[in-house]
Protein backbone atom coordinates (compact mmCIF):
# COMPACT_ATOMS: atom_id res chain seq x y z
CA UNK A 1 0.00 0.00 0.00
CA UNK A 2 1.49 3.64 -0.89
CA UNK A 3 1.88 5.97 1.56
CA UNK A 4 -0.07 8.75 -0.02
CA UNK A 5 1.09 12.25 -1.39
CA UNK A 6 -1.83 14.07 1.08
CA UNK A 7 -1.09 11.99 4.18
CA UNK A 8 2.89 12.54 3.95
CA UNK A 9 2.84 16.34 3.47
CA UNK A 10 0.26 16.47 6.50
CA UNK A 11 3.64 15.23 8.45
CA UNK A 12 5.69 17.64 6.67
CA UNK A 13 3.39 20.58 7.32
CA UNK A 14 3.21 19.51 10.86
CA UNK A 15 6.84 18.64 11.19
CA UNK A 16 7.95 22.04 10.00
CA UNK A 17 5.66 23.49 12.04
CA UNK A 18 7.22 21.97 15.14
CA UNK A 19 10.36 23.07 13.41
CA UNK A 20 9.41 26.88 12.94
CA UNK A 21 7.76 26.68 16.95
CA UNK A 22 11.27 25.80 17.97
CA UNK A 23 9.91 22.25 19.10
CA UNK A 24 11.87 19.84 17.18
CA UNK A 25 13.62 17.30 18.97
CA UNK A 26 16.72 16.26 17.76
CA UNK A 27 18.87 13.35 19.42
CA UNK A 28 22.97 13.87 19.69
CA UNK A 29 24.67 10.61 18.91
CA UNK A 30 27.04 9.83 21.90
CA UNK A 31 29.98 7.42 20.94
CA UNK A 32 30.64 6.25 24.35
CA UNK A 33 29.13 5.27 27.23
CA UNK A 34 27.01 6.90 29.87
CA UNK A 35 29.38 8.70 31.98
CA UNK A 36 30.18 12.11 33.30
CA UNK A 37 32.28 12.77 30.24
CA UNK A 38 30.77 12.05 26.84
CA UNK A 39 31.98 11.97 23.18
CA UNK A 40 29.21 13.46 21.44
CA UNK A 41 28.93 13.65 17.62
CA UNK A 42 27.14 16.57 16.91
CA UNK A 43 25.74 17.84 14.42
CA UNK A 44 25.33 14.26 13.06
CA UNK A 45 28.61 13.47 11.19
CA UNK A 46 30.22 16.10 12.67
CA UNK A 47 33.93 14.97 14.47
CA UNK A 48 33.05 13.69 17.83
CA UNK A 49 34.24 15.41 20.92
CA UNK A 50 34.44 15.31 24.74
CA UNK A 51 32.03 17.19 26.31
CA UNK A 52 31.16 17.24 30.58
CA UNK A 53 27.58 15.86 31.03
CA UNK A 54 25.25 17.75 33.04
CA UNK A 55 22.18 16.49 31.56
CA UNK A 56 21.85 12.50 32.27
CA UNK A 57 19.78 10.43 35.13
CA UNK A 58 23.06 8.64 36.10
CA UNK A 59 22.71 10.24 39.18
CA UNK A 60 24.70 7.54 40.93
CA UNK A 61 26.90 7.30 37.95
CA UNK A 62 26.00 3.11 37.42
CA UNK A 63 24.98 2.89 33.97
CA UNK A 64 28.29 1.93 32.85
CA UNK A 65 29.89 0.75 36.45
CA UNK A 66 31.89 -2.16 35.39
CA UNK A 67 30.55 -4.31 38.37
CA UNK A 68 26.95 -3.74 36.83
CA UNK A 69 27.95 -4.39 33.25
CA UNK A 70 30.00 -7.88 34.32
CA UNK A 71 26.68 -8.90 36.31
CA UNK A 72 24.75 -8.44 32.92
CA UNK A 73 27.19 -10.15 31.04
CA UNK A 74 26.95 -12.92 33.63
CA UNK A 75 23.48 -12.91 33.19
CA UNK A 76 23.38 -12.69 29.63
CA UNK A 77 25.41 -16.13 29.86
CA UNK A 78 23.53 -17.96 32.12
CA UNK A 79 19.77 -17.04 31.45
CA UNK A 80 19.95 -16.02 27.68
CA UNK A 81 19.41 -12.78 25.82
CA UNK A 82 15.48 -12.63 26.08
CA UNK A 83 12.35 -14.76 27.23
CA UNK A 84 10.15 -14.67 23.66
CA UNK A 85 6.71 -14.25 26.48
CA UNK A 86 5.21 -11.97 29.01
CA UNK A 87 5.58 -13.20 32.62
CA UNK A 88 2.50 -14.85 33.37
CA UNK A 89 3.07 -17.28 30.47
CA UNK A 90 6.92 -18.71 30.38
CA UNK A 91 8.46 -15.30 31.45
CA UNK A 92 9.27 -15.78 34.65
CA UNK A 93 12.96 -16.61 35.80
CA UNK A 94 13.95 -16.59 39.35
CA UNK A 95 16.45 -14.05 38.49
CA UNK A 96 12.59 -11.92 38.18
CA UNK A 97 11.61 -13.32 41.44
CA UNK A 98 14.79 -12.55 43.11
CA UNK A 99 14.90 -8.31 41.92
CA UNK A 100 11.07 -8.27 43.60
CA UNK A 101 12.26 -9.78 46.89
CA UNK A 102 15.17 -7.71 46.58
CA UNK A 103 13.66 -3.93 45.37
CA UNK A 104 10.81 -4.84 48.55
CA UNK A 105 13.63 -4.96 50.85
CA UNK A 106 15.08 -1.72 49.65
CA UNK A 107 11.79 0.13 49.30
CA UNK A 108 10.87 -1.13 52.07
CA UNK A 109 7.61 -2.25 51.08
CA UNK A 110 5.53 -5.44 50.77
CA UNK A 111 5.53 -6.34 47.35
CA UNK A 112 6.91 -5.09 44.27
CA UNK A 113 5.98 -6.21 40.45
CA UNK A 114 8.23 -5.45 37.77
CA UNK A 115 7.39 -3.62 34.18
CA UNK A 116 9.04 -3.03 31.18
CA UNK A 117 9.52 0.39 31.91
CA UNK A 118 8.27 3.05 34.77
CA UNK A 119 6.24 4.60 32.36
CA UNK A 120 4.36 0.71 31.34
CA UNK A 121 3.99 0.55 35.46
CA UNK A 122 2.63 4.03 35.58
CA UNK A 123 0.26 3.42 32.36
CA UNK A 124 -1.07 0.57 34.24
CA UNK A 125 -2.02 0.44 37.78
CA UNK A 126 -4.26 2.88 38.28
CA UNK A 127 -6.84 1.12 36.31
CA UNK A 128 -6.15 -2.15 37.39
CA UNK A 129 -6.62 -0.92 41.22
CA UNK A 130 -9.20 1.78 40.97
CA UNK A 131 -12.73 1.51 39.50
CA UNK A 132 -15.48 4.05 38.42
CA UNK A 133 -16.76 4.32 41.78
CA UNK A 134 -13.43 5.91 43.33
CA UNK A 135 -11.74 9.03 42.62
CA UNK A 136 -8.07 9.78 41.66
CA UNK A 137 -6.59 12.71 43.25
CA UNK A 138 -3.38 14.08 41.38
CA UNK A 139 -0.54 17.00 42.20
CA UNK A 140 -0.81 19.33 38.44
CA UNK A 141 2.55 18.59 38.00
CA UNK A 142 3.21 14.88 37.91
CA UNK A 143 4.96 13.05 35.20
CA UNK A 144 3.41 12.98 32.47
CA UNK A 145 2.97 8.83 32.63
CA UNK A 146 0.74 9.62 35.03
CA UNK A 147 -1.72 11.74 33.13
CA UNK A 148 -1.98 8.89 30.45
CA UNK A 149 -2.24 5.86 33.44
CA UNK A 150 -4.82 8.56 35.03
CA UNK A 151 -6.42 8.58 31.46
CA UNK A 152 -6.63 4.90 31.30
CA UNK A 153 -8.30 4.42 34.37
CA UNK A 154 -12.41 4.84 34.74
CA UNK A 155 -11.78 6.73 38.26
CA UNK A 156 -13.08 10.12 38.51
CA UNK A 157 -9.91 12.44 38.12
CA UNK A 158 -9.26 15.70 40.13
CA UNK A 159 -6.02 17.26 40.78
CA UNK A 160 -4.40 19.82 43.25
CA UNK A 161 -2.46 22.86 43.33
CA UNK A 162 1.30 21.72 43.04
CA UNK A 163 2.32 21.18 46.44
CA UNK A 164 -0.24 22.82 47.98
CA UNK A 165 -1.61 20.78 51.04
CA UNK A 166 -4.70 23.08 51.83
CA UNK A 167 -6.20 22.53 47.96
CA UNK A 168 -5.16 18.96 48.88
CA UNK A 169 -6.92 18.09 51.92
CA UNK A 170 -10.10 20.31 50.27
CA UNK A 171 -9.80 17.93 47.84
CA UNK A 172 -10.06 15.14 50.01
CA UNK A 173 -12.69 16.53 52.12
CA UNK A 174 -15.29 17.03 48.71
CA UNK A 175 -14.75 12.89 47.73
CA UNK A 176 -15.18 11.33 51.16
CA UNK A 177 -18.67 10.05 49.34
CA UNK A 178 -16.13 8.09 47.08
CA UNK A 179 -15.48 4.52 47.73
CA UNK A 180 -12.11 5.43 47.67
CA UNK A 181 -9.30 8.16 47.41
CA UNK A 182 -5.52 7.38 46.03
CA UNK A 183 -3.63 10.76 46.64
CA UNK A 184 -0.99 10.78 43.58
CA UNK A 185 2.12 12.69 43.67
CA UNK A 186 6.19 12.69 41.92
CA UNK A 187 8.49 12.40 45.02
CA UNK A 188 10.73 14.37 43.09
CA UNK A 189 9.86 16.68 40.33
CA UNK A 190 11.89 16.41 37.44
CA UNK A 191 11.84 20.05 36.02
CA UNK A 192 11.84 22.06 39.27
CA UNK A 193 13.67 18.96 41.37
CA UNK A 194 11.41 19.96 44.62
CA UNK A 195 10.67 17.13 46.65
CA UNK A 196 6.88 16.54 47.72
CA UNK A 197 5.80 17.23 50.94
CA UNK A 198 5.33 13.47 51.81
CA UNK A 199 5.07 13.97 55.09
CA UNK A 200 1.83 15.84 55.15
CA UNK A 201 0.66 13.73 52.35
CA UNK A 202 0.34 10.66 54.67
CA UNK A 203 -0.74 12.62 57.42
CA UNK A 204 -3.67 13.83 55.11
CA UNK A 205 -4.34 10.39 54.06
CA UNK A 206 -4.32 8.57 57.00
CA UNK A 207 -7.18 11.58 58.23
CA UNK A 208 -9.27 10.94 55.20
CA UNK A 209 -9.23 7.24 54.75
CA UNK A 210 -7.13 7.67 50.96
CA UNK A 211 -4.04 5.59 50.03
CA UNK A 212 -0.78 7.46 48.57
CA UNK A 213 0.95 6.94 45.17
CA UNK A 214 4.13 7.80 44.85
CA UNK A 215 6.28 8.00 41.62
CA UNK A 216 10.24 8.26 43.03
CA UNK A 217 11.45 7.58 39.53
CA UNK A 218 14.11 10.98 40.16
CA UNK A 219 14.83 9.73 43.41
CA UNK A 220 15.23 5.65 44.32
CA UNK A 221 18.67 4.92 45.14
CA UNK A 222 19.90 8.68 46.29
CA UNK A 223 17.02 10.16 48.12
CA UNK A 224 16.69 9.58 51.54
CA UNK A 225 19.98 8.84 54.27
CA UNK A 226 20.12 5.22 52.78
CA UNK A 227 18.91 6.27 49.69
CA UNK A 228 15.25 4.62 49.40
CA UNK A 229 13.65 7.19 48.36
CA UNK A 230 10.92 10.23 49.05
CA UNK A 231 9.56 8.49 51.56
CA UNK A 232 12.82 7.62 53.71
CA UNK A 233 13.55 11.20 53.45
CA UNK A 234 10.28 12.45 54.72
CA UNK A 235 10.55 9.91 57.75
CA UNK A 236 7.05 7.68 56.57
CA UNK A 237 8.62 4.61 55.21
CA UNK A 238 6.48 1.81 55.22
CA UNK A 239 3.47 4.67 55.27
CA UNK A 240 3.08 4.90 51.42
CA UNK A 241 0.72 2.42 50.09
CA UNK A 242 1.83 2.36 46.17
CA UNK A 243 5.46 3.61 44.59
CA UNK A 244 6.17 3.37 41.41
CA UNK A 245 9.83 3.58 40.25
CA UNK A 246 12.59 3.40 37.26
CA UNK A 247 15.48 0.79 37.13
CA UNK A 248 16.08 3.56 33.84
CA UNK A 249 17.89 6.20 36.00
CA UNK A 250 19.79 5.89 39.38
CA UNK A 251 19.42 1.92 39.17
CA UNK A 252 21.91 1.43 36.55
CA UNK A 253 20.09 3.53 33.88
CA UNK A 254 18.57 0.44 31.33
CA UNK A 255 15.30 0.01 31.45
CA UNK A 256 12.25 -1.52 33.43
CA UNK A 257 10.43 -0.61 36.30
CA UNK A 258 8.64 -1.52 39.21
CA UNK A 259 5.42 -0.75 41.22
CA UNK A 260 5.72 -2.18 45.07
CA UNK A 261 3.77 -1.52 47.92
CA UNK A 262 0.97 -2.89 50.02
CA UNK A 263 0.40 -6.91 49.06
CA UNK A 264 -2.63 -6.95 47.90
CA UNK A 265 -2.61 -3.95 45.60
CA UNK A 266 0.56 -5.15 43.94
CA UNK A 267 -1.01 -8.64 43.44
CA UNK A 268 -4.27 -7.37 41.88
CA UNK A 269 -1.74 -5.37 39.44
CA UNK A 270 -0.14 -8.96 38.69
CA UNK A 271 -3.81 -10.28 38.12
CA UNK A 272 -4.98 -6.86 35.95
CA UNK A 273 -2.39 -4.68 34.93
CA UNK A 274 -2.46 -4.43 31.20
CA UNK A 275 1.24 -3.56 30.45
CA UNK A 276 2.27 -5.94 32.59
CA UNK A 277 0.12 -8.49 30.92
CA UNK A 278 0.56 -8.08 27.60
CA UNK A 279 4.23 -6.95 27.47
CA UNK A 280 7.04 -9.42 27.13
CA UNK A 281 9.53 -9.90 30.74
CA UNK A 282 12.14 -7.68 31.58
CA UNK A 283 15.23 -8.98 29.54
CA UNK A 284 17.86 -11.13 32.03
CA UNK A 285 20.70 -9.09 31.57
CA UNK A 286 18.94 -6.35 32.73
CA UNK A 287 17.47 -7.84 35.79
CA UNK A 288 21.35 -9.10 36.82
CA UNK A 289 22.32 -5.99 36.42
CA UNK A 290 19.52 -4.36 38.95
CA UNK A 291 20.24 -7.08 41.49
CA UNK A 292 24.15 -5.91 41.45
CA UNK A 293 23.59 -2.23 41.53
CA UNK A 294 21.05 -2.93 44.59
CA UNK A 295 23.58 -4.94 46.28
CA UNK A 296 26.41 -1.88 45.68
CA UNK A 297 23.25 0.90 46.68
CA UNK A 298 23.32 -1.48 49.98
CA UNK A 299 26.78 -2.04 50.51
CA UNK A 300 27.71 1.36 50.89
CA UNK A 301 26.23 4.53 50.95
CA UNK A 302 29.31 6.57 49.27
CA UNK A 303 27.92 7.25 46.42
CA UNK A 304 24.46 8.70 46.95
CA UNK A 305 26.46 10.93 49.93
CA UNK A 306 28.65 11.96 47.25
CA UNK A 307 26.46 12.55 44.49
CA UNK A 308 24.62 14.87 48.13
CA UNK A 309 28.12 16.53 48.36
CA UNK A 310 27.97 16.99 44.48
CA UNK A 311 24.94 18.98 44.10
CA UNK A 312 25.52 20.88 47.51
CA UNK A 313 28.65 22.26 45.54
CA UNK A 314 27.71 23.05 42.13
CA UNK A 315 24.73 24.66 43.52
CA UNK A 316 26.81 26.70 46.06
CA UNK A 317 29.04 27.69 42.87
CA UNK A 318 26.19 28.46 40.44
CA UNK A 319 24.61 30.57 43.62
CA UNK A 320 28.06 32.61 44.08
CA UNK A 321 28.79 33.39 40.23
CA UNK A 322 25.46 34.84 40.22
CA UNK A 323 23.06 31.95 38.49
CA UNK A 324 19.64 33.06 39.30
CA UNK A 325 19.16 28.63 40.57
CA UNK A 326 15.75 27.16 42.05
CA UNK A 327 16.19 26.10 45.85
CA UNK A 328 15.95 22.69 46.73
CA UNK A 329 17.98 19.64 47.90
CA UNK A 330 18.05 17.22 44.79
CA UNK A 331 20.38 16.50 42.34
CA UNK A 332 18.10 18.68 39.49
CA UNK A 333 19.44 22.03 39.54
CA UNK A 334 17.72 24.37 37.14
CA UNK A 335 19.43 28.02 36.43
CA UNK A 336 16.49 29.94 35.31
CA UNK A 337 16.86 32.10 32.53
CA UNK A 338 12.94 32.75 32.16
CA UNK A 339 13.64 33.55 28.15
CA UNK A 340 13.14 30.59 25.51
CA UNK A 341 15.25 32.49 23.23
CA UNK A 342 17.99 32.97 25.73
CA UNK A 343 17.78 29.14 27.36
CA UNK A 344 18.36 27.95 24.15
CA UNK A 345 21.41 30.10 23.17
CA UNK A 346 23.06 29.59 26.01
CA UNK A 347 23.13 25.69 26.14
CA UNK A 348 24.12 25.94 22.62
CA UNK A 349 27.36 27.99 24.10
CA UNK A 350 27.89 25.70 26.57
CA UNK A 351 28.33 23.00 23.89
CA UNK A 352 30.81 24.65 22.64
CA UNK A 353 32.54 24.94 25.74
CA UNK A 354 32.51 21.65 26.16
CA UNK A 355 29.62 21.48 28.46
CA UNK A 356 26.39 19.21 27.65
CA UNK A 357 23.36 20.88 28.80
CA UNK A 358 19.50 21.42 27.31
CA UNK A 359 17.21 24.38 27.50
CA UNK A 360 13.89 23.60 28.24
CA UNK A 361 11.35 26.44 27.46
CA UNK A 362 7.07 26.39 26.81
CA UNK A 363 5.61 24.19 26.64
CA UNK A 364 7.92 21.42 28.34
CA UNK A 365 7.94 24.52 31.58
CA UNK A 366 5.69 26.81 31.65
CA UNK A 367 6.24 30.30 29.57
CA UNK A 368 8.23 32.55 30.85
CA UNK A 369 9.95 29.76 32.93
CA UNK A 370 12.80 28.98 30.69
CA UNK A 371 15.84 27.35 31.88
CA UNK A 372 19.07 25.15 31.30
CA UNK A 373 18.39 22.28 33.36
CA UNK A 374 21.21 21.20 35.46
CA UNK A 375 21.58 17.53 36.95
CA UNK A 376 24.41 15.95 38.99
CA UNK A 377 26.08 12.63 39.27
CA UNK A 378 27.79 10.79 42.00
CA UNK A 379 30.62 10.48 39.05
CA UNK A 380 31.11 14.24 38.60
CA UNK A 381 34.46 14.86 39.40
CA UNK A 382 35.67 18.61 41.48
CA UNK A 383 37.52 18.85 38.55
CA UNK A 384 34.84 18.46 36.13
CA UNK A 385 32.06 21.12 37.93
CA UNK A 386 35.06 23.26 38.60
CA UNK A 387 35.79 23.14 34.31
CA UNK A 388 31.84 23.64 34.47
CA UNK A 389 31.48 26.33 36.45
CA UNK A 390 34.29 28.27 34.72
CA UNK A 391 32.32 27.56 31.03
CA UNK A 392 28.75 28.75 33.02
CA UNK A 393 30.44 31.63 34.07
CA UNK A 394 31.90 32.46 30.50
CA UNK A 395 28.84 32.26 28.88
CA UNK A 396 26.87 34.08 31.12
CA UNK A 397 28.90 37.05 31.54
CA UNK A 398 28.66 37.12 27.54
CA UNK A 399 24.66 37.14 27.92
CA UNK A 400 24.78 39.38 30.64
CA UNK A 401 22.65 37.36 32.73
CA UNK A 402 25.35 36.79 36.02
CA UNK A 403 23.70 38.21 39.39
CA UNK A 404 20.34 39.50 37.12
CA UNK A 405 16.94 39.38 39.14
CA UNK A 406 13.89 37.70 37.00
CA UNK A 407 12.86 41.05 35.96
CA UNK A 408 16.07 41.82 34.68
CA UNK A 409 17.21 39.08 33.30
CA UNK A 410 13.74 39.36 30.83
CA UNK A 411 14.41 42.95 30.23
CA UNK A 412 17.34 41.97 29.00
CA UNK A 413 15.95 39.85 25.99
CA UNK A 414 12.79 42.54 25.47
CA UNK A 415 9.62 41.05 24.33
CA UNK B 1 -36.34 2.94 1.79
CA UNK B 2 -38.24 5.81 2.74
CA UNK B 3 -37.28 9.34 3.57
CA UNK B 4 -37.08 10.24 6.84
CA UNK B 5 -39.72 12.69 7.58
CA UNK B 6 -38.20 16.07 8.53
CA UNK B 7 -40.59 18.94 10.55
CA UNK B 8 -39.65 22.96 10.00
CA UNK B 9 -41.02 24.87 12.78
CA UNK B 10 -40.45 29.15 12.11
CA UNK B 11 -39.38 30.79 15.25
CA UNK B 12 -41.10 33.88 15.94
CA UNK B 13 -40.57 36.86 13.87
CA UNK B 14 -37.38 39.06 14.90
CA UNK B 15 -36.50 35.59 17.42
CA UNK B 16 -32.59 35.40 17.68
CA UNK B 17 -31.86 32.71 19.81
CA UNK B 18 -28.22 32.53 21.35
CA UNK B 19 -26.21 29.60 20.23
CA UNK B 20 -26.87 28.02 23.45
CA UNK B 21 -30.42 28.55 22.91
CA UNK B 22 -30.08 26.95 19.66
CA UNK B 23 -28.12 24.24 21.00
CA UNK B 24 -30.89 23.58 24.15
CA UNK B 25 -33.65 23.69 21.62
CA UNK B 26 -32.41 21.26 19.02
CA UNK B 27 -31.12 18.72 21.99
CA UNK B 28 -34.40 18.99 23.58
CA UNK B 29 -36.43 18.10 20.11
CA UNK B 30 -33.90 14.99 19.33
CA UNK B 31 -34.59 13.90 23.12
CA UNK B 32 -38.02 14.24 22.33
CA UNK B 33 -38.16 12.61 18.98
CA UNK B 34 -35.84 9.73 20.84
CA UNK B 35 -38.47 9.19 23.53
CA UNK B 36 -41.69 9.27 21.30
CA UNK B 37 -40.46 7.23 18.76
CA UNK B 38 -38.58 4.64 20.83
CA UNK B 39 -38.29 1.80 18.46
CA UNK B 40 -36.73 3.98 15.74
CA UNK B 41 -32.58 3.64 14.77
CA UNK B 42 -30.82 0.83 15.50
CA UNK B 43 -30.19 1.12 18.81
CA UNK B 44 -32.69 -1.62 20.16
CA UNK B 45 -30.73 -4.16 18.47
CA UNK B 46 -27.23 -2.92 19.48
CA UNK B 47 -28.31 -2.70 23.06
CA UNK B 48 -29.48 -6.48 22.88
CA UNK B 49 -26.32 -7.57 21.88
CA UNK B 50 -24.28 -5.65 24.49
CA UNK B 51 -27.45 -7.40 26.54
CA UNK B 52 -26.24 -10.37 25.43
CA UNK B 53 -22.61 -9.75 26.25
CA UNK B 54 -23.72 -9.35 29.84
CA UNK B 55 -23.35 -5.49 30.14
CA UNK B 56 -25.92 -3.77 32.04
CA UNK B 57 -27.29 -0.97 30.57
CA UNK B 58 -28.22 2.65 30.75
CA UNK B 59 -28.43 5.48 28.81
CA UNK B 60 -28.87 8.70 29.89
CA UNK B 61 -29.13 12.90 28.92
CA UNK B 62 -26.53 14.92 29.41
CA UNK B 63 -23.42 17.54 28.59
CA UNK B 64 -20.43 17.18 26.61
CA UNK B 65 -17.86 19.92 27.11
CA UNK B 66 -14.80 20.36 24.91
CA UNK B 67 -11.94 22.32 24.54
CA UNK B 68 -9.76 22.43 21.73
CA UNK B 69 -6.16 24.17 21.54
CA UNK B 70 -4.11 23.56 18.40
CA UNK B 71 -3.98 19.94 17.96
CA UNK B 72 -4.98 19.50 21.88
CA UNK B 73 -8.69 18.93 22.41
CA UNK B 74 -10.37 17.39 25.57
CA UNK B 75 -13.75 16.32 25.74
CA UNK B 76 -16.00 15.64 29.02
CA UNK B 77 -19.50 14.68 29.45
CA UNK B 78 -21.24 15.66 32.93
CA UNK B 79 -25.40 15.48 33.96
CA UNK B 80 -25.02 19.24 34.29
CA UNK B 81 -23.21 21.46 32.57
CA UNK B 82 -21.17 22.38 35.52
CA UNK B 83 -20.03 18.89 35.72
CA UNK B 84 -19.19 18.59 32.44
CA UNK B 85 -17.32 21.86 32.61
CA UNK B 86 -15.58 20.65 36.04
CA UNK B 87 -14.44 17.54 34.32
CA UNK B 88 -13.21 19.43 31.14
CA UNK B 89 -11.26 21.58 33.70
CA UNK B 90 -9.97 18.75 35.47
CA UNK B 91 -8.50 16.88 31.94
CA UNK B 92 -7.14 20.13 30.90
CA UNK B 93 -4.94 20.96 33.71
CA UNK B 94 -3.38 17.79 33.63
CA UNK B 95 -2.42 18.19 30.01
CA UNK B 96 1.23 17.76 29.37
CA UNK B 97 3.20 18.68 26.31
CA UNK B 98 5.23 15.76 25.21
CA UNK B 99 9.09 16.13 26.81
CA UNK B 100 7.46 17.59 30.01
CA UNK B 101 9.09 15.63 32.77
CA UNK B 102 11.40 13.83 30.83
Given amino acids: MTFRDAARQRYRDELQALGRDGLLKQERVIRSPQGAEIEVEFPEGAPARRVINLCSNNYLGLSSHPDVVAAAARALESRGYGLSSVRFICG ?18 EDTLLFPSCMDANAGVFEALMGEADVLVADRLVHASIVDGMRLCKAQQDTYKHS ?39 ELAERYDALVFVDDSHATGF ?5 RGTHEHCGVLGRVDLITTTLGKALGGASGGCVSGRRELVETCRQRARPYLFSNSVPPMIVGAALEVLRLIEST ?75 LSASHERRQLDAAIEAFVKVGRKHGVLGKSRQELLALVGP | MRQALSIEVPLPEGAEPSPSEREALEALLRAMVDLSHPDAGAWRETARRLSADGWQLRCRLGWIAEARRGRESEQAVGRSRDEAFEELLTLTELDQPAGHSA
Fill in chain 1, 301 to 375: TARRDRLEENTRYWRRLLAEAGFDVKPGESPIVPVMLYDARLAQQMARDLYDEGIYVVGFFFPVVPKGQARIRTQ
Fill in chain 1, 92 to 109: TQDLHHALERQLTRFLGT
Fill in chain 1, 223 to 227: IGRTG
Fill in chain 1, 164 to 202: DMAHLEEKLQLHQDKRARLVITDGVFSMDGDLARLDRIV
